[in-house]
């Protein structure tokens, strides 16, 4: 059964720009969350999919979107990039049931310059 | 506001020995706690988790232990192998916490350095 898989692997941009992260969850997983990791902060919940719809979102600014697609694959979007949003970006999928785990893709290395 | 400290950011033990690996939370609404492992480039691999109702789950030479009343649980790696050499992110969660259960509330991980 193939993992969770995300592209591009490494990403460089500049401030101002934007940018779009793809996650393929594991097959019949229907929830997706994306995760931001940073040295200083660790990891932070960004948002959760689930059936198409973001049932919830973490601490931050408006910038930081996301949708997912009827196949549960799901994007991330952030626009006018800021030099502190460079950090690998994690995503993660589950079946979302009651209690279990979730399962991480390789994360996608972005660099803000 | 950190709702899941794990205090000490790195550990080193010998082959062989015990890792014990912290890590306090302060949200009482959490009642399921896992434990990802992580290694440099690659996304973070689930270990090993406990529902608030348990005080102990074993899973080979990986147990975590619950305190609730303290609010603090720990993983122990026994015996302790090279391999284990990694972060070690301690996660909680909620049940309906925000409305679902996929967002796992992350400690800052420890790393974890088992010598040869």
């Known amino acids: 059964k193939a993992g969770v898989t995300q592209t591009p692997r490494y990403l460089i941009k500049t401030r101002g720009q934007q940018v779009t992260l793809s996650c393929s969850p594991i097959?019949?997983?229907?929830?997706v969350s994306w995760y931001q990791q940073t040295p200083g902060q660790g990891l932070q919940f960004l948002f959760e999919?689930?059936?198409?719809?973001?049932?919830n979102k973490g601490n931050f600014p408006g910038r930081f979107s996301g949708r997912q697609f009827s196949n549960s694959r799901s994007e991330m979007n952030v626009s006018t990039l800021e030099l502190g949003d460079s950090a690998l970006y994690l995503c993660?999928?589950?079946?979302?049931?009651?209690?279990?785990?979730?399962?991480f893709g390789p994360g996608t290395r972005l660099t803000v310059l | 506001d950190q709702q899941v400290k794990q205090n000490s950011p790195s550990l080193s033990v010998q082959e062989g020995r015990i890792s014990i690996l912290n890590c306090d939370y302060t949200?009482?609404?959490?009642?399921?706690f896992l434990w990802y492992k992580k290694y440099p480039a690659e996304g973070p691999t689930f270990l090993i988790s406990?529902?608030?109702?348990?005080d102990k789950n074993e899973d080979g030479r990986f147990t975590v232990f619950l305190n609730k009343s303290a609010k603090h649980l720990s993983l122990h790696i026994v015996p302790s192998q090279p391999g284990d050499s990694a972060v070690y992110f301690c996660?909680?969660?909620?049940?309906?916490?925000?409305?679902?259960?996929?967002?796992?509330?992350f400690g800052k991980g420890t790393k974890l350095s088992v010598k040869p």
């Open positions: 993660a999928s589950s079946l979302a049931l009651v209690r279990d785990e979730q399962f």
């Open positions: 097959s019949g997983h229907r929830s």
């Open positions: 999919y689930f059936s198409e719809t973001q049932r």
């Open positions: 949200n009482s609404m959490f009642d399921y």
């Open positions: 406990i529902s608030s109702i348990k």
């Open positions: 996660a909680a969660s909620a049940l309906n916490y925000g409305g679902s259960q996929g967002n796992l509330i």
